[in-house]
Every structure is written in structure tokens, then in C-alpha cells.
């Protein structure tokens, strides 16, 4: 396996990696070349915690697209047709898109383009920014192999936001809302040239181009960021915000809301059991200090679909369930709060603890994000299987493991003692390196 393949095992999620092997799979058996590319080797490469596993196809996907979609039980969440790329969506929950190389032709400044098919070389030199023009070959003759015309590389070392060409943001004016969201979730500089070509593309004031369409895709794309708050700031102060809305300014920001959300997101324990759509909790903060009529304004302007436009607005409705169910004596165990908040949805948990007024379910929350997961997660098979005395290939394992974890949750399983540390062994021979009573005195 060659180093890259290696890589990119150890960062993926298994499931993710799952989704390489059969699209790699389908692929082959079109007869097409295919290569992962895009965020996820920028990601790999950087370091950063993986999100995407997009592919690019030399030729037409459609074969490939089919041959997932008639046997391995993927669904089509989106099609561009302009663009030959598919959203797919795996039964393991992965997300990922295909597409074809291709090569886009701007006969002027913000227009739409002419595509044409192209090789995977020249598809990576018209993408937006060098750090997102990496790919990686699935193919059987040259499978590992890193492909990588603009440098990315070198710009990911440098921690440098780079375009690719020198009219790559006039060509599509949406790469500088782009640029701005990668370099506040990356923390990287713009390079000098890009810089220049922003003012100037600033200056010819062509992010007024910028369609309500894409608009919303950079919008929907916020919510999933780190720090939208941040994202927001930015925009501000870089006079962009006023592409979305004309009246989010000032207090309607909602600076301190998105700080408040943030600073609950990150109380969730990395690598716990928890998942939360991102979108209508961003989309509530977002709104949440404008007019009915400020907000029905922005709707309409970016044409929020309805499924999207519910995920807001129907938040606190689905909501007050678990609300009356946290704030109830009977919730009178650790145990019994965990159950509760592990099996609701994380966007409902976020959302009270950002919103509800009631003390108690604010606390539970809290613990639970705090403390109680955090515990779970520091809980070993081993732990459970000395505890038990069964494997954890038995069939009865899981419900002992469930068993164990609620019952440390109550109190009523002591955390067992950690393992004796086995004393150094004495040097060889000859004198002692330090004097043992001087070294338990410093500690
Ligand atoms: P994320 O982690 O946010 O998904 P990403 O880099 O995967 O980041 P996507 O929006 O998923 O971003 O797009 C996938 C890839 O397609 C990008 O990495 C980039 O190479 C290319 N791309 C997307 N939008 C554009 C654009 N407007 N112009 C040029 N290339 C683009
Ligand atoms: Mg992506």
C-alpha cells in the first residue's frame, strides 16, 4: 500500500473508508478513472478532522452513480447536471460527492460557464484555491499516487490561502466568500496576490454577482463551520454581510448568540456519542434578533426551502418535549438523565441549553455534556470484561457494558483502582542516578 493509501486509512473513519473501496470499486468496473479530491486531502494532508470524501471522474460519473445506487443502497441527494456531479448519500450515513473533471470556460467576469470534460490535471487547475487542488488516484495502475499541479502542498505547510490562477476570483466572485470562511476555519493567511486580486475584484464590486442561490449554499455551508460567529464577524467587517440581508448589522448580528452556541458545542467531548443538525440552529441564532418582516425578507430573497426553513422553525415546538422531560422529578438518577439526552436529537439538547429558562434543564444538560459523557467515554471493554468476566466478542457483552456504564453513572460500580504502575527496573550496576528520597521530595 503506498504511503498516501496508508494515510488516508488512518485518518477516515472506517465508514468513510468504506465509501473509497466501493466507489473505487464501481469505477473500475465502468472502466473509468477515479481520484478523491477536494476537501478531503486537503484535510489529510493538513491534519484537519476529516469531513468530505468527494470524488472526480475522468469521464461521465452516471455509470458509476448507477452501479451505487441499484445495489449497494446509495441515494441521490442532489444532481447537477451542468456539472455532471452527483450528492450521494451511503446507508452508513457518509455523504459524498461525485463528479466529472472537467474545465470551465468564463467568457467574462461572473458568468456562467461553458463546461467541457477535461483530465484530472486540469480540473485541479481550475478549481478555486491550491489548498483544495490535491488529488489522490484510486486506480489500479497508479493507485496512492498524489497529484498535486499547483502546490497545495506547499501552501498547506505555509498555512497560505492561494487561488489557483490569476482570475480565479473574477471568473466566480462566490470563491471569496469561500476564501473567507477557509481562512476563518483554517486560521491561514491569504497570500499576497490573492489579496490584490480580491481588492480588485472588490473594486469592480463583483460579488454583487453572486447569485441568492449561492448565496445560500455559502450560508448552509456556514452552519457546519467551527465558528460561524467568527465567519459572521468577518463578513461584517468586510462589508459582505449585506449580500445576504441588508439589515444584519449591529446588535441583529447576534455576535453574543453565536458565541454562546459555539461555547456549548464545545462542551460536547470529542469523539462522544452525539449528533446535531447544524442548520436550524444556526439559521434560529442568525434570525433571532430581526423583524418578522426582516426575517420572511431574507427568506425570500435567498429562497430557503421549506424542509430547511422548518429545521428553524419548528425547533422549539419539537423541543418541548424533551424540555417537560428533563425538568420532571422522576429524572431523579445520573442514569436516567443520560438515557434521556443520548438518545435525543443533539440539534433539541443545543437548543435548550441555548434557550430554555427553566434552571433545572439547563444543569442536566450541562452535566450531561460535562460529566456524564465524558465518564462513558473513558470507560474501557477491558474495564467492563474484569467487571463481567465475558469477552467482548460475547453475544450477552453489549448489555453488560450498558449495564456497567449506568450503574458508574449511579455510583453503584466503583471506578475501578487504576492499575499499579510496575516499579523502574534499578540501573544495571554502579551508583544510583538520584537519590530516591530527593526525587519523592520534589514532587
Ligand atoms: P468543505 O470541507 O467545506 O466541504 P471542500 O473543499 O470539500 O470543503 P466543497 O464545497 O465541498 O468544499 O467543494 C469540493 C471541492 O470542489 C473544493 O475543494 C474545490 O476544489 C472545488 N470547488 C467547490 N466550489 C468551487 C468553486 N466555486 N470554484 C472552484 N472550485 C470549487
Ligand atoms: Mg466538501
New binding site residues.
Partial sequence: MSDYMFMLESHMRPQQFAVVQQVQAAAEAAGLNVFL????M??MLGGFPL??V?FTVEGNPAKIVKALTAKDGVTVLSENPLRKSWELKFPSGVVS?IGMAQEAHYAKPASKPVVKPATIHEDLR???FTI??IALSLNRTSRGLLIDPTNGQGDLEAREIRTTGNYTLYD?P??IL?MLRFKARLGFEISARTQSQYENVREAKLEEKITPEQLYRELR?MADEPNPGLLIETLEREGLLTLFSPTINGAKLNLAGHEKLLRLRQMVPFGAEFHSENLGLFLFVLTENLTPKEKSGLVKFLGIPKADLNAMTKLDAASKKLESTLKSAKLNKASLVYQTLLTAPGEQVLYLAYKSGQRLVQDRIKKHLTQYLPGVLEITEQEVSNWCGLSPDDAKFAQKHKDYILGRLDGRIRKPAPEPIPEPEPPPSGRMLRQPSAARATR
Avoid at 479530491?37 to 478531503?40: F, L, T
Fill in positions: 479530491s477536494g476537501g478531503a486537503r484535510d469531513q468530505d468527494d460527492e481550475g478549481r478555486d483544495n487542488a466566480d462566490v470563491r469561500r455551508a
